[in-house]
């Protein structure tokens, strides 16, 4: 009988040591926020809709994408997105242009009745790699008026230290990149 407690403790102790903690991980933010609530009259100035972030297949799941190879991704079981990567690539997306941006409305809604410029975004790439750096790729349409505008973006951030902490800083602050180049695009 006491064979069998002494195996069920260690079979039990071997089951808790083998299980890693998960952890979550939000987008920071990194755009210098404005903290006053201003009144944007939509005759100001066209109304920017960013109608859809979407990202690659292996980026929509819980977790963090790494790549091992050139060819090789891996998705982290441990380490998890806190929400949704699309939702927090354009909730981050409109907060910097909102910023960026002043005197624009930018949002994630439209606003019925009013003329629009429409973003769609598509990332293909919002990953750590294998040679330390955080990279973050896709495209972006701007339809305004009549014309459509599509530019492409590859961003290769060097990572200062290991560890997902520094990959997700690495990954937010090249996506805020990204973002003054779209808003720098939007303003010419």
Known sequence: MMK???AVIALLLSACSSQSEVSYY???PVAAQS???QAVHLSAGKQLWIESVTVADFLSGPGI???TSDVKYTVAKNNLWGSS???QL???LTDNLSVLLPGRVVSGQLVSGHDADVLRVTVTGFQGRYDGYAIVSGYWMLQSDNK???RPFNIEAPLQKDGYDELVYSLANAWHKESVDIANALKN
């Open 35 to 37: 903290n006053n609530a």
């Open 4 to 6: 069998w407690n002494i």
């Open 90 to 92: 354009k909730q981050a």
């Open 26 to 28: 939000q987008l920071p």
């Open 65 to 67: 994408a790494f790549q």
């Open 85 to 87: 990567l699309d939702q």
């Open 148 to 150: 459509i505008i599509r």
